[in-house]
């Protein structure tokens, strides 16, 4: 008998990812895309995994940074993701970022040669029947309404939603150098891995009042009460928790020095390579609702970017995702309708790299279950693991929000002898996550025996 196909409703970093998974363990898959047949508000292509808002999946310091050591899990796991993120890579000092048309057309083209999976590009706009068999929805942040008053409907749970905000992107040979200068913070990776534009303490001060007083985007008013997500605050929301805020945040000059003047700058803002050609650069933490002519206005204000000329100015998206403490079990399945699972930023996850790993872990829970094998676990004291544990029933459910992976989420460490915490710090970090990859690699190992 032919094996039946898992469906795998999204074609962004999760659905692709669980797709991948599935075709590694020999289980078919068909991938359903709506674009380009129904274009969102935030894409701008008709790729696979097109990146939105960055095109950098944050630090890739497997020892020190949680984000980092999802990375390295996320190799170790085989995955399709982060296999295209290290091929496209740009410089980015300590971080991971890529090319984002060269990582979505890697995508899209590693999964169109896999034999095992058939890609479709149509809506579903409804839950798929328990007919189809084994369904994945992994729909990301731009869920449609039909979707989400589907799943509202059979769960009696509403899905709850937040706003995620996208940064500007410059032309490179738009940047006055004479200004400007290349550096990483402490020289971080290659050293000079970013545009630095410094403002003094009166630029500073007029760029703050400028953001507060600026004109934004009207929402609607079903929109006026959703909150931002606090990783991805728009810059303007930022400045007006205190002048102080940005200079603590994205636009702190440490670990920089100007070599236009010898005083040090009050506060920097920085543009990160957003393409292989180095002809794009994207404003780091610059994510904005202020309207466009605003943003040209206020931005342009920035020494260095007087006749900066936008490849895409700033903009704001609705976010939806589950209460998936309530709604899922371990294995990340609809509790009320077991064939359903989802993976990706609709179960309550934020960012890249850890909507990738939840489609991974779908794409891997739902091969087990059709092979006749009960799905393994990944241990909580990984990344991934602890990730998992959370959106499933770590968090509280009832004040429920996305969460980037941090070690925070991880079990404490004990110290062997008498139970206490004692390691503090880069030792800290350090120990969690060589405990982590230790584990990991067993889990995969029991993994593979099982399947076998």
Aim: proline share 6%.
């Amino acid at each position: 008998m032919p094996q039946r196909p898992v469906h795998i409703v999204g074609g962004g970093l999760a659905g692709c990812e669980a797709a991948w998974q599935l075709a590694r363990r020999g289980i078919p898959a068909i991938l359903y895309e709506m674009r380009p047949q129904v274009a969102t508000d935030a894409h701008q292509t008709d790729g696979l995994a097109e990146l939105v808002c960055s095109n950098s999946f944050r630090s890739d310091d497997a020892e020190f940074n949680a984000v980092g050591l999802l990375h390295e899990e996320m190799r170790r796991c085989g995955s399709l993701i982060l296999s295209m993120a290290d091929k496209t890579r740009l410089p980015a000092g300590g971080a991971l970022a890529v090319d984002r048309e060269k990582f979505s057309d890697a995508v899209t083209e590693a999964l169109g040669a896999e034999p095992l999976v058939t890609i479709e590009r149509r809506e579903v706009d409804t839950l798929p029947p328990a007919e189809w068999g084994s369904v994945i929805v992994a729909t990301g942040p731009l869920t449609s309404a039909a979707l989400s008053e589907a799943v509202s409907a059979l769960t009696g749970e509403e899905a709850l939603a937040f706003f995620d905000a996208i940064a500007p992107i410059v032309y490179r040979d738009s940047i006055d150098m004479s200004k400007a200068w290349m550096q990483s913070r402490y020289d971080k990776g290659d050293g000079d891995d970013y545009v630095n534009c410094p403002l003094d303490e009166d630029q500073y001060k007029t760029f703050i009042e400028g953001l507060v007083s600026s004109e934004k985007i009207e929402f609607r008013e079903w929109e006026a009460i959703t909150p931002y997500f606090e990783g991805c605050l728009p810059i303007e929301v930022m400045a007006e928790r205190g002048p102080e805020t940005l200079r603590f945040g994205p636009m702190k000059p440490v670990g920089l020095t100007n070599p236009h003047a010898p005083e040090k700058p009050y506060a920097v803002v920085q543009l990160r390579q957003d393409n292989a050609l180095g002809t794009l650069y994207n404003m780091v933490g610059f994510q904005t609702k202020m309207n466009y002519t605003e943003q040209k206005r206020i931005f342009s204000a920035i020494p260095g970017l007087e006749n900066a000329r936008f490849a895409r100015l700033g903009g704001i998206h609705r976010n939806t995702f589950l209460n998936s403490p309530r709604l899922l079990d371990t294995t990340l399945r609809l509790n009320k309708a077991p064939y359903l699972r989802f993976a990706g930023q609709v179960t309550g996850v934020e960012g890249y790299v850890e909507s990738a790993a939840i489609g991974l872990l779908a794409g891997r829970f739902a091969a087990s279950d059709e092979q006749g094998v009960s799905p393994l676990l990944p241990p909580e004291t990984t990344a991934i693991g602890a990730l998992l544990t959370h959106i499933t029933g770590g968090a509280v459910a009832d004040s429920f929000q996305p969460m980037n992976v941090n070690f925070g989420l991880f079990p404490a460490l004990q110290d062997a002898g008498t139970g206490k915490r004692r390691l503090r710090g880069r030792d800290r970090k350090r120990a969690y996550s060589q405990r982590a990859l230790s584990d990991l690699d067993r889990w995969l190992n029991g993994a593979q025996a099982a399947a076998e």
